[in-house]
């Protein structure tokens, strides 16, 4: 009997455990299917030469045969006798390199997160839906189904997904998937709106109206007026102050009586970085070695594996185009063709806007606007979430937009302003899919701004050169007609005043062709200056005319340029602010009324360094680490008595020009009588004492100092900017040992090379038109998703050291090339 028993107990146990580890418990993966020799991750192992040099693929979902070529950078090359063909296998050859990552975007901007990881992630899911993201791609994609060609291209794309979804098994499935323990659902054109829209939040999901407001009612209006001035001491506007215009602009919106808005103790905590840019510049003939323009674009995004970008060339008649398309998402985002080339940075346009509302009673069913009570549209969003109950969270929307949280909550007590509603252009249908359409197949300046003219969201930059030798850029997308300065602050949500009166239209936004200083370039600075007749915004990035400044300053002196010339500059580690602002800064402190650092201190030896330093942000160096502390921390020390942001009232600093500027202007004013400085943002309102500039200054480069003593022991190469910095490249996950931590590169915020902690160039691409383009590009990663195989960081060493791969670009699909070795048939 006892034997019986334990053989129950045996098999029991063995049920139980051998349960244990197949199933996913919380956050720990199902360890038995995880480490399975026949289907776990050890089968997602590949080798350099994984892919079939020649192959058959039948694929039933196709019209004709399709013959697709791989580079030695694993880029597919796809030669389709149509259209459907063509995106039917762009689609299908992105998920077998991309599945999990293109699938992964796709639940974090749907808010489905919480169906494959848990609890943990309902407050994101629940932020992502109040939102609107669902709201807002729904719309683009109904404008883009409405037209046939692109209808034509997204379910092509998402028919050719899921042919390659149709392949897996439990063996072969993505290893996220086995981490994770889930499967992949059939793809969607909504699945595509989706990461679109989720590129449009990353761009312009982002506002100050709530800080500003509370500027606005701390300090009053003359205080705001001098510190958040409307345009910068020091701007070079992508479009040239001066540039005629060539439209007659519709009248402005009246401005309406002030309004001021209840100081709000709630604002956004989940916003994407204000840092995040891109630059892209072109050159004309004119200077130019070949006679042909040249053109280069880097994005600068959060650095991830799998990389943001894919690479793929796609021709079919009437198009031949190479580029980076965003996995999910069909065409070429950035790229060339052989008469054309284009690529894009952030506009930072004002956007998004929220208006304080009134409603009629708690139960928040109507509220006031025009002069009656109207309907609020209740939604309620189902979110699942793995191992609990459906949670149900309704969501209301006004005409402005959706209310993103209704009451206070925790974890996102300070997320977003309480019971206001935002109005967002990435809530607006558009066409997106039409532009990149249209682009791929440009042959000239004319086909350039026509396809631009359905652009909605994110607003970019559009820079292009063409073989007929032309350079343009436009800062394109859907921009309101507003009267100046609105949106700086809270909106009256009961005024239909205050409401956005339209657009502007497409054929004036702010533009330029073939300049007389022979290129165009964007950094994220000002679109334009004063002289425009429209508002677009009142505040860019910190960093980006630091940026445009540099590249303009480059490109005013280039001659003879040469595509190395363009990646030179890419490449670019001089930081302007740090020339502007630091003689001053070891003024002060040299200043011989005041007893200088002791000739033994840390303080001494970092400024004997920076006196002899060129302001370059190179890996080895150390005085890039003492500088970005020190004045980080004088900034901080600077402002953050006054606008530093708590709970009950968060307000931003002033911007850097403007900081920069009372800097300067304090350090050359004459002393008042008692000895301190006159201006009463020097002072730190905490303190007892009255501080001045040198007092500020020191105590900063004390900070600084001793920061890098404490992290690092006394001053030696340890203090090297690369170590302070740490440019991580991590796994979408944060899954250890699947990324690249440390990397030895140089560059920062606010430098052409904007390398920091987390963000950088996801793509660096430059282009040499002529009778035959060439281009060079890379991103830091590879074109594999799969952490098991070569292809999946093979570029990030060349990334690193600041060089670039040339791009093969076929002409026809027999072309012979060298590093072309694999050649593919698919058939139906």
């Keep these: 009997m006892l034997r019986y028993v334990r053989a129950l107990l045996a098999t029991v146990v063995a049920l139980a455990f051998t349960w244990v580890l197949n199933t996913k418990h919380g956050d720990i993966p199902p360890f038995g299917k995880f480490l399975s020799p026949f289907r776990g991750f050890w089968q997602n192992g590949e080798t350099a030469d994984a892919l079939p040099a020649q192959q058959t693929l039948r ?13 030695d950078q694993r880029v597919p090359h796809i030669f389709a006798q149509n259209d459907h063909d063509l995106y039917y296998t762009q689609g299908y050859l992105t998920a077998q390199d991309r599945l999990w990552q293109m699938d992964f975007i796709v639940h974090v901007a749907s808010g489905r997160l919480a169906e ?11 932020f992502f839906r109040r939102m609107g993201m669902g709201f807002g791609a729904r719309k683009s994609l109904d404008a883009a189904m409405a037209d046939p060609v692109t209808r034509t291209v997204l379910t092509s794309y998402s028919d050719g997904v899921n042919a390659y979804i149709g392949t897996l098994t439990p063996r072969t499935m993505p290893f996220e998937y086995k981490l994770l323990d889930y499967t992949p659902e059939p793809w969607e054109p909504l699945k595509s709106a989706f990461i679109l829209k989720y590129m449009a939040f990353d761009l312009s999901g982002r506002s100050d109206d709530l800080r500003m407001s509370n500027a606005l009612a701390t300090y009053g209006a003359d205080v705001v007026k001098d510190l958040f001035p409307d345009y910068p001491t020091r701007e070079d506007p992508i479009i040239p102050v001066g540039t005629p215009l060539d439209f007659q602009p519709l009248p402005l919106p009246a401005t309406p ?176 899919y039409q532009t990149f359409y249209r682009l791929n197949r440009a042959q000239n300046y004319q086909d350039y701004t026509a396809a631009l003219s359905t652009y909605g969201t994110p607003a970019q930059n559009f820079i292009f050169a063409s073989a007929t030798k032309d350079i343009a850029i436009w800062p394109n997308g859907h921009f309101p007609l507003k009267w100046r300065n609105q949106g700086k602050f809270i909106l009256d949500g009961t005024d239909p005043a205050y409401d956005w009166q339209g657009w502007i239209p497409a054929t004036q936004n702010p533009h330029v062709k073939n300049p007389p200083r022979n290129f165009v370039s964007s950094a994220n600075q000002f679109s334009t200056g004063p002289d425009y007749p429209y508002y677009l915004n009142w505040n860019y990035g910190d960093g980006s005319y630091d940026r445009a400044h540099r590249i303009n300053q480059r490109l005013a002196s280039m001659t003879q340029a040469t595509p190395d010339s363009l990646r030179v500059l890419q490449n670019d580690n001089l930081n302007l602010n740090a020339q502007l602002i630091l003689p001053t800064l070891l003024r002060v402190l040299n200043n011989k009324a005041v007893a200088p650092p002791a000739p033994n201190s840390p303080e001494h030896a970092a400024l004997q360094l920076l006196s002899q330093w060129n302001y370059r942000y190179e890996a080895d160096a150390t005085a890039p680490s003492i500088f970005d502390l020190w004045y980080g921390n004088l900034v901080k020390r600077l402002w953050d008595d006054d606008f530093g942001t708590t709970p009950e009232r968060p307000m931003r600093y002033p911007a850097r020009d403007r900081t920069n500027t009372l800097l300067l202007q304090e350090a050359s004013a004459p002393a008042n009588p008692s000895g301190k400085q006159a201006s009463p943002w020097i002072d730190d309102r905490r303190t007892p004492e009255r501080e001045t500039l040198h007092d500020l200054v020191y105590q900063s480069l004390h900070f600084a100092t001793d920061s890098l003593t404490r992290k690092y022991g006394s001053m030696s190469p340890e203090w090297a900017w690369k170590n302070q910095k740490s440019t991580d490249i991590l796994h979408m996950l944060l899954l250890p040992g699947f990324g690249h931590m440390d990397l030895d590169c140089g560059g920062g915020a606010g430098i052409v090379n904007a390398t920091t902690e987390r963000t950088g160039p ?67």
């Excluded at 196709?62 to 580079?71: A, E, M, N």
């Excluded at 840019?277 to 050159?283: Q, R, Y």
């Excluded at 691409?765 to 383009?773: F, H, R, Y």
């Design 257 to 432: 009586p002030g309004f001021a808005a209840t100081m709000s103790s709630k604002t956004p905590q989940h916003e994407p970085d204000p840092e995040l840019g891109s630059n892209n510049f072109a050159v004309s003939g004119a200077k130019s070695a070949s006679g042909y323009p040249l053109l280069a674009n880097d994005p600068h995004l959060q650095l991830n594996l799998p990389s943001i970008w894919y690479q793929v060339q796609l021709a079919a008649p009437g198009v031949n185009v190479y580029g980076v398309s965003i996995p999910g998402v069909p065409f070429a985002i950035i790229g060339f063709n052989e008469q054309v080339a284009w690529g894009v940075t952030n506009v930072a346009a004002d956007v998004m806007d929220w208006y304080q509302l009134k409603f009629r009673d708690n139960s928040r069913r109507e509220y006031w606007h025009d002069g009656r009570w109207k309907p609020v549209r209740r939604v309620v969003e189902r979110i699942k979430v793995r191992g609990q109950p459906d949670r149900l969270d309704t969501v209301l929307y006004t005409h402005h937009g959706p209310v993103v949280y209704d009451k206070p909550e925790k974890p996102f007590l300070l997320q977003t302003p309480i019971a206001h509603a935002m109005r967002w252009t990435a809530h607006d249908a558009a066409n997106e």
């Design 116 to 126: 494959i990881v848990g609890p943990a992630r309902l407050e994101t899911d629940r």
């Design 762 to 828: 996801s793509w660096r691409m430059v282009v040499a038109l002529g009778p035959q383009v060439k281009a060079y590009g890379v991103f830091p990663g590879g074109q594999s998703g799969n952490p098991g195989s070569a292809a999946y960081d093979d570029m990030l060493e060349t990334w690193r050291v600041g060089k670039l791969n040339e791009l093969v670009f076929l002409r026809n699909a027999g072309e012979p090339n060298r590093r072309v070795r694999v050649s593919w048939m698919l058939s139906k």
């Design 59 to 71: 694929l039933p979902g196709l019209q004709q045969p399709v013959q697709v070529r791989f580079d």
